[in-house]
């Protein structure tokens, strides 16, 4: 027995924006536009939100407080500046820190004796949701996270030192809005992270212990617009097409996760933001090599799947040989984008490993990996990458 959840309505394509108007109208004003605190300005994609709301004569007002690490307290004070404001509806319009506070200002807009996001934190909090907050409208201005399709929301607890989800089916998007045309200009580096995220998503979920076949078909196509899209357009950045294929890999990765899981390389890449500043997509960078190498042996018909997928010449190779080309050519594309190679660039010592195995011992996506871990595997996988 399996299941697939996806409520969320979504809207692909270039110049789709230009639907936010309309699909705001639908669901009431004013509206709470949640963002970051300067990419999104320097773009000129705010510049081009106002105008289709002043077009509509819809009342707006900003949150631009999310920085790539978002905390419980930019949650919280998100959570207070829309009752304060008598919001009616959440857009969230960013990359996936963007999505996500604005997703759990959403979820929490209506909560009676709300004091704190930290309350609802998997693995720390007590409180769950128990009915839908504020509409929802999604808008991703990278191609990496998902978010726009996922059920919840990753935010650091300062307090505990951690980086949990927020997890709810009430936290879906009403909308989803994927316009590549807003990713057409985003940085080198942040098309390598947020593109290598994408494919550890991908790859994690079409491995998974909870994968099914609807997952299955998902993960495996969005591999291969990965394969076929992510170097062109590090190197390209202006390249639309690939552009329009990783915004379809990173939605496609999206469901996956939300209806799969994920692995040991997403079990640890939160502690490592949370606890040492590593960005989400790079830290996934530096994992998914050595938890493709951990899972091989548990998985070698998918791994040979992902090597075809990626582009793999694997006919008349032995099965173990042709899987482990499926980690050639990750370590090959990792290398391309010039993703650091290891935990020590950022300042990890060895004596921060047991901390760091510990929490990601915990994580959800640890126990959704193929292959038992236990703590001893994090710390050994851990040390290879220091």
């Known amino acids: 027995m399996w299941e697939f959840y996806l409520p969320t309505r979504i809207i692909f394509g270039r110049e789709s924006l230009n639907r936010l108007g309309i699909e705001i109208k639908s669901l009431g004003e004013p509206v709470l536009l949640v963002t970051g605190k300067k990419a999104i300005r320097d773009s000129g994609i705010l510049d081009r939100v106002n105008r289709i709301l002043n077009k509509e004569k819809i009342a707006c007002v900003v949150y631009d407080r999310v920085s790539p690490e978002p905390d419980t307290e930019v949650v919280d004070r998100g959570v207070t500046f829309a009752r304060q404001n008598r919001c009616k509806v959440v857009v969230g319009i960013g990359g996936g820190s963007a999505i996500d506070v604005a997703k759990a200002i959403a979820g929490l807009g209506l909560e009676e004796n709300f004091a704190s996001v930290a309350e609802y934190l998997e693995g720390e909090g007590t409180k769950r949701l128990s009915s839908y907050g504020l509409p929802f409208i999604a808008i991703p201005t990278t ?145 998914l090599p050595r938890a493709i190498e951990f899972n091989l042996s548990s998985r070698i018909q998918k791994f040979k799947s992902v090597a075809l997928a990626l582009g793999e010449k694997i006919e008349g190779l032995p099965e173990e040989e042709a899987a482990y080309k499926a980690l050639s050519a990750v370590e090959r594309i990792v290398k391309e984008l010039a993703i650091p190679r290891n935990l020590g660039e950022f300042g990890v010592k060895s004596e921060d490993l047991p901390e760091l195995a510990k929490k990601s011992l915990t994580s959800n996506s640890t126990r959704g990996n193929p292959r038992q871990v236990t703590y001893e595997d994090l710390l050994e996988a851990l040390r290879k990458i220091l």
Do not use: W
């Open 143 to 287: 191609a990496g996270t998902g978010a726009e399709v996922a059920r919840n929301a990753v935010i650091i607890n300062k307090p505990t030192r951690s980086k949990r989800s927020f997890r709810s089916n009430y936290l879906f998007a009403r909308i989803a809005i994927i316009d590549p045309t807003l990713t057409i200009n985003l940085p080198q580096k942040i098309t390598a992270s947020s593109g290598v995220d994408t494919l550890t998503h991908l790859v994690e979920g079409y491995v998974s212990r909870k994968a099914n076949i609807m997952t299955d078909v998902l993960a495996i196509r969005g591999i291969s617009l990965v394969g076929e899209a992510l170097i062109s357009v590090y190197n390209k950045g202006s390249d639309l097409e690939a552009r329009e294929k990783m915004c379809l890999a990173s939605l496609m990765g999206g469901v996956v996760l939300t209806n799969s899981g994920l692995g040991i390389a997403h079990g640890v890449s939160p502690f490592l933001g949370a606890l040492h500043g590593i960005p989400h997509g790079v830290a996934n960078g530096i994992l």
